[in-house]
């Protein structure tokens, strides 16, 4: 008679299931919660969210160019969905326009504050005449587009020579670019370009040489880099200020080992 496994029999499935029961009553003493302020903007599952991370960040260079500049200055929300970007507020002296494809989210962001809003694709040409903001934002939007650089030369052309491009963006390292943009749609066809780009995936993969080659006509002043490694769904470090701070202080030591980062860029005085 053959040995009977004791994974495959009733006690190995029974003490499975036991251990799962153990395991998940154990962890849900530490579970992440959807009624925290995160950042102090907007309701989260943690104070220090890091998907969230770079809202905060982005905000800190728009308050310091208004500052600097010294006067009112006009912003433009590339992608803007439901206006996110403004609940980490407040900016004196700055006005808010965005552009999306999705009525229902400008809807939202006029509801929270963008003054100028516009429906378009953003893989066709921005809805602005030359030279009509003095910042420009767009958060995670270029990875989703087939054509990136054309919208970084929409980009380049809406901003006044001078003004600030905050970008942020996924990043990866070369070997798994390489993978994702010739072998994995091979594979895989639902990876292929044309079909992740009609569900609005993601088609363009960047790795931080890439993203400098692509933004080459900016003057690039800063780069850092987000989630080094997140918390998970039970762990409560991203309650912890510590933990923030430290994933923060590694991503503007090592952005390109970081899972997102944001390219702070300005348009060059003598380019209009």
Not at 150 to 162: D, H, Q
Not at 195 to 215: I, N, Q
Not at 235 to 260: H, I, Q, V
Request: with cysteine.
């Amino acid at each position: 008679m053959q040995p009977v496994s004791l994974c495959n029999s009733k006690k190995g499935r029974y003490d499975s299931c036991c251990l799962s029961a153990v395991t998940m009553n154990i962890f849900s003493n530490f579970p992440r919660k959807d009624n925290i302020l995160a950042f102090g903007a907007e309701i989260s599952s943690c104070k220090y969210r890091l998907t969230l991370a770079r809202y905060p960040a982005m905000a800190d260079f728009i308050r310091r160019e208004a500052r600097t500049k010294k006067k009112a200055l006009k912003l433009l929300d590339a992608g803007c969905g439901e206006g996110r970007l403004i609940l980490y507020g407040p900016y004196p002296d700055v006005e808010f326009s965005g552009v999306d494809v999705s009525h229902s989210s400008l809807e939202t962001a006029r509801q929270r504050g963008y003054a100028r809003l516009a429906r378009a694709n953003l893989a066709d040409s921005l809805p602005w005449q030359d030279e009509s903001f003095d910042i420009v934002v767009s958060s995670h939007i270029l990875e989703h587009l087939q054509h990136p650089e054309k919208m970084a030369s929409e980009i380049m052309r809406v901003l006044r020579p001078g003004g600030l491009f905050i970008l942020g963006v996924p990043i990866c390292v070369w070997l798994t670019r390489l993978l994702r943009i010739h072998l994995v749609p091979l594979l895989a066809p639902k990876k292929r370009p044309e079909m992740l780009a009609a569900r609005f995936g993601h088609v363009s993969f960047f790795t931080l040489p890439s993203l400098k080659a692509l933004l080459k006509k900016f003057q690039i002043e800063d780069i850092r880099g987000f989630r080094f490694l997140s918390a998970g769904r039970y762990l409560p470090l991203e309650n912890w200020r510590w933990y923030y701070r430290l994933n923060a202080a590694w991503g503007k030591l090592c952005p390109r080992l970081t899972s997102e980062v944001n390219v702070v860029a300005r348009k060059p005085l003598g380019n209009s």
